[in-house]
């Protein structure tokens, strides 16, 4: 539903938005990003946003070899996190092994549930990995649906999960939905700041993510962290009419 389905047309369409993210903003010898902020509608809108921050991971493809996903509840009511049961995901780049050890570890934090419903079809997970899968040599994935949660919580999953440099976190988010054009600028543009000013009490309006986000901000290891801003836009901008948009955002914590 949010990307092609042949493996090769799925490969082209990520390596040209790679491409074309490199091109406008070539990777700079800065510090690695620790923790990644991207959006998760279909490519043809918000693929070019996320590929402004995955290319940075370029120069870490031997680096990174584990991935802490965590994403909002689109399609099940949740109370809490979620983690599956499962071994692996699979798109059609492949099969991504799931880091067990730490799931069964966070299977035990208070707020955490086992609920493989809560990922059987939720996009905001699924559509970051071809991303990872191509930029990434051989990387464990750590799976997080989060729902309705208490900040506090999310970010102690998250402290838990922090690990070094072989750990990178990446926080799936839209911002403002089904806004006029002009509208959804102003107020992505009032969340972007807020999220650079590290805010930890954004609202769903804002960002659909913002349990996640909200969390983060809230991690004790978040604070050592300068953020800065990748690429602000909305369906607009890319590829929909601008009467009813959606925003999407990117950033990069170092």
């Not at 549930?113 to 939720?122: F, G, I, K, M, Y």
């Not at 309006?205 to 349990?211: I, K, Q, T």
Request: net charge negative; glycine share 8%; charged share 20%.
């Amino acid at each position: 539903m949010f990307y092609p389905a042949d493996v090769q047309q799925l490969r082209r369409t990520v390596e040209a938005l790679l491409s074309a993210a490199a091109s406008a903003t070539p990777v700079a010898m800065g510090p690695a990003p620790k923790v990644l902020i991207v959006p998760h509608a279909g490519y043809i809108y918000s693929g070019a946003v996320a590929a402004s921050a995955y290319q940075l991971l370029a120069p870490l493809k031997e680096t990174i070899r584990r991935v802490v996903l965590l994403g909002p509840a689109h399609r099940v009511f949740l109370r809490g996190m979620a983690i599956p049961s499962v071994d692996q995901f699979r798109t059609p780049l492949g099969t991504i092994a799931l880091d067990r050890s730490a799931l069964e570890q966070l299977a035990t934090v208070p707020g955490v549930v086992l609920s493989d419903e809560a990922h059987a079809e939720e996009h905001c997970l699924e559509v970051q990995l071809p991303f990872l899968q191509l930029l990434l040599d051989d990387f464990r994935l750590v799976p997080v649906v989060v729902g309705q949660c208490d900040a506090k919580r999310v970010g102690a999953v998250i402290d838990h999960l922090w690990g070094g440099p072989e750990t990178l976190i990446v926080i799936s988010s839209d911002l403002s939905h089904y806004r006029s054009y002009q509208e959804a600028r102003r107020i992505d543009h009032q969340t972007g700041q807020r999220i650079l000013a590290k805010a930890s009490d954004l609202s769903g309006d804002e960002a659909c993510g913002a349990h996640a986000i909200n969390g983060l901000m809230r991690a004790m290891h978040t604070r050592s962290l300068d953020i800065e801003s990748l690429d602000l836009r909305n369906s607009g901008d890319t590829a929909g009419d601008k009467s009813r948009v959606v925003g999407y955002g990117a950033f990069s914590l170092h």
